[in-house]
């Protein structure tokens, strides 16, 4: 089963904690034998979904949306992200340069192309900015892939 992550990033902590806790709950409902997970590895729930992942035992596929991406990330984060991006058995690129929405979106199509359902941490709002989590959650919708929201109830951003 290939499984792609779309989520909000800069949650408060107390909604990250469920956040992290309901992802490590998700994978457990997979075969860690036969798991894909596939993240774009943003800080937030693209990383703590390839963590779980790969913690399980399954493999992690990375999608890239921009050359400029990493340095697009908190510095915080670059650790984080040097590190999953060593583990990850594929990455695909978008063979974009720049760092932009449009880039996000472009990696996050690819991500939905890979996936055979999609896991959205998301709070059921349109998204802040083109290329956000409500944008990928319609894209998947539309091209068919399965979409499981994940979101803490009375939670808020």
């Known amino acids: 089963m290939r499984v792609g992550i779309t989520g909000h990033r800069g949650l408060p902590e107390s909604v990250e904690t469920q956040v992290r806790d309901m992802l490590l ?3 457990a409902e997979y ?3 036969d798991l894909v997970g596939i993240s774009c590895i943003a800080d937030g729930p693209d990383t703590w979904w390839a963590q779980a992942v790969l913690a399980a035992g399954g ?3 990375v999608v890239v949306p921009a050359v400029e ?3 697009s990330l908190p510095d915080w984060h670059h650790s984080d992200y040097d590190d999953l991006m060593r583990r990850a058995a594929d990455v695909h690129g978008t063979g974009l340069r720049e760092s932009t929405s449009e880039a996000h979106q472009a990696g996050s199509e690819i991500l939905v192309g890979l996936s055979d359902r999609v896991v959205a941490v998301w709070d059921g709002k349109p998204a802040r900015g083109f290329g956000g989590t409500a944008d990928v959650v319609a894209y998947a ?3 068919g892939v399965p979409v499981t929201v994940l979101w803490p109830e009375g939670a808020s951003r």
Do not use: F, I, S
């Open 141 to 143: 919708e539309r091209v």
């Open 25 to 27: 709950d998700h994978v």
């Open 69 to 71: 991406y990493r340095a």
């Open 59 to 61: 493999r992690l596929e």
């Open 31 to 33: 075969d860690a034998r």
